[in-house]
């Protein structure tokens, strides 16, 4: 990515926005218009892919990139690592005379095979076959990445086995989406829906993130290896002012967004809103939505550019979920929902009968599916960063709930009890016979304390990290309200009146499940006691939350639908188990070394220093403050003695856990006795930061990385 003077004059934004994309516009005025309508119907899911067709779009996907400067090709897939991965090929090929062409065939677009054996695979590699490959995702868009090693082509693909089992967060997610499509369709054909083909999953990523300054981040161990902060005292202020919050944006920070914004716009990535958020240099991005996969592509590539632009400021970008303690941590906000090929939202309340007991059902589906796979939504959420903020009010209380709104609660409630609803205007409604109240966009109450809130025409999942992939939240949304799309679609095929059963059905729906709507302040301790009250699972942890994937009703969830096998969800298990392990090992193991390479001796150094003064101010004879520079010596050194022995417990502890053989005991070790001192190690340190010398202390502190930009 090299810099570029933006001019918008010069080059109308229209120009740029998509120019590094091999987007649908470049398709059709390119490709011959038999090929191009051919691979609409593979995009459509109507088709299979046939060589003759990947070879001419292959030839046209180089030309066209070759054109804007491209050496290289790859395809880009998404291991569960979480991150992306590739590997770059480059398109020559040498020819007898010591010449090259430029080459790029069908078959190496449709199909890859990465030396793949040190990705994370559970188990499932090392069973059957090491082999890997990558296989095109013809519904994401090609696209040119242009950085330090020249351009390169990308093509989105999915990963997996030898055997066919999914190694990436992209099979489950297509599956899920061919799986919600099937089902919402069954039940929009029977409310009398005959021109939609196809009813798409949709997600718009709001991404939180911090800057810090780079030659700051350069001098933190615990930022360039954890990605967070293991250390660090609070200056005197922090968010408190909450003047940072939609502030106005600083001049280094307005550069990189408009930097940011640029790229993105040439990826054909819809950036549309940027501000301030709550704690002192945080921020957010928001795209326009899409189709959940490209809507996860996008938001993979978000966070890779935001990175990479960053750094060209001499910043760093934080997208850990809480890099500081003491101010808010990072979220991913996933807005959610269903749409059709003609552009219905099925969530849109609408004005007409049909659209009404269209939104109701979609609705009533939506609740059960939450409430009944509470548990593996709370998993779709967890990663080790965001233990750190569910229920730490500042993000979502661990428990799942659904906001809907007074009115729409209302309304659902009325419905329950066969009571008559009166609309805003007045009358009153009988369902299918006249309409909803039109729900105001932004209903009433705009709750940001609920993990699941409606907002007018789209579910809003607030829990989502903000590091981590929104395939596996999108993955399970799909499932979960698929299979209860499935069910109620059978009952209204045997029915012979639609708009008595779906009234039953939203009935009887919002009876069973009404426990899981919650429309009050997520962050009051009242709610703590009121959903134990309700018996809705309060899964603390992430370790806690990871059994969820491998549970009865998940194995029977996922492989009822094909969307994940048994030992692909036994495989995630274990990498999720693993992961956890490994990251807080990672994390106790540079605090141990920050406190024994860094912060003793600076501590020894410092106190030296003041015991040499007190020596020599007694050898001179001096006795005023002699005793009080005794006594801020010994307090140091008290706080000296805790953290050396909770730095040793801690040293004991890691030891301990990294030699537990099971996964699921190990993660648990690391949970509860490794993670626990970690606090305690720090309580100690941050105490000493606060006593040290200024100059003395060893590395930069929250002051700088919190309120220099
Ligand atoms: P907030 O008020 O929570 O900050 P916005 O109203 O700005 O959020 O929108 C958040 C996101 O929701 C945007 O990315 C937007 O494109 C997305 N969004 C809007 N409609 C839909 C929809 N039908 N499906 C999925 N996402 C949507
Ligand atoms: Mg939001």
Known sequence: ME?????????????????????????????????????????????????????????????????????????????????????????????????????????ELIK??????????????????????????????????NDNTGVTLKIPTAFFAYTGEALDKKVPLIKSMEVINREALRVIRLLGNTTSEKVIPTAGAEQEYFLVDKSFFDKRMDLFL????????????????????????????????????????????????????????????????????????????????????????NLVALLHEKPFAGVNGSGKHNNWSLSTDDGINLLEPGDSPHQNIQFLIV?????KAVDKYAPLLRWSASNTGNDHRLGANEAPPAIISIFLGSELTDILEKLSENKPVKSTNGNYLELGVNSLPKLPKDSTDRNRTSPFAFTGNKFEFRMVPSSGSISMPNTVLNAVVADVLSEFASELEKSKDIT??????????????????????????????????????????????????????SINLFTKYNIMTKEELESRYTIYLEKYSKQINIEAGVMIDMVRLEIIPAVLKYTGKCAEVINSMTAAGIKNGIGEQREMLEQMMKNFEELKYSTDLLAKELLNARSVEDYLSQAKTYHEKVFPLMSRVRLYADALEKMTGKEDWPFPTYLDLLFKI
């Open 363 to 367: 609705l009533s589906a939506i609740i």
């Open 500 to 553: 008595g059963t779906i009234k039953e059905i939203v009935a009887r729906t919002y009876k069973n499940h009404k426990k899981i709507i919650f429309n009050g302040n997520g962050y009051a301790d009242e709610w703590l006691k009121e959903a134990e009250k309700r018996g809705l699972p309060n899964i603390k942890s992430t370790v806690e939350s990871i059994p969820a994937l491998v549970s009865e009703s």
């Open 3 to 107: 810099e570029k003077t933006i001019d918008f004059i010069k080059t109308p934004l229209s120009e740029v926005y998509g120019e590094n994309c091999f987007n649908d516009a470049v398709m059709r005025t390119r490709l011959p218009k038999s090929i191009y309508r051919e691979l609409k119907e593979v995009q459509k899911g109507n088709k299979k892919l046939s060589l003759e067709v990947a070879e001419v779009v292959a030839s046209t996907m180089k030309d066209w990139a070759i054109e804007k400067g491209a050496t290289h090709y790859t395809h880009w897939f998404q291991p569960m690592t979480g991150l992306t991965a590739e590997k770059h090929d480059s398109f020559i090929s040498p020819t007898s005379d010591g010449k090259v062409i430029l080459e790029f065939s069908g078959k």
């Open 112 to 145: 890859g095979e990465p030396d793949a054996s040190s990705f994370p695979s559970g188990g499932l590699r090392a069973t059957f076959e090491a082999r890997g490959y990558t296989a095109w995702d013809t519904t994401s868009p090609a696209f040119l990445m």
């Open 226 to 313: 954890t990605g967070r902060t293991l250390f660090g005292a609070m200056p005197a202020k922090g968010q408190e002012m909450e003047d940072h919050y939609f502030g106005p944006i600083k001049l280094r920070v307005a550069d990189f967004m408009r930097e940011l914004n640029y790229e993105l716009w040439r990826l054909g990535i819809s950036a549309k809103t940027q501000h301030n958020e709550v704690a002192p240099n945080q921020f957010e991005i928001a795209p326009i939505y899409s189709t959940v996969n490209v809507a996860t592509d996008h938001n993979q590539l978000t966070m890779e550019v935001i990175q990479k632009v960053a750094n060209r400021h």
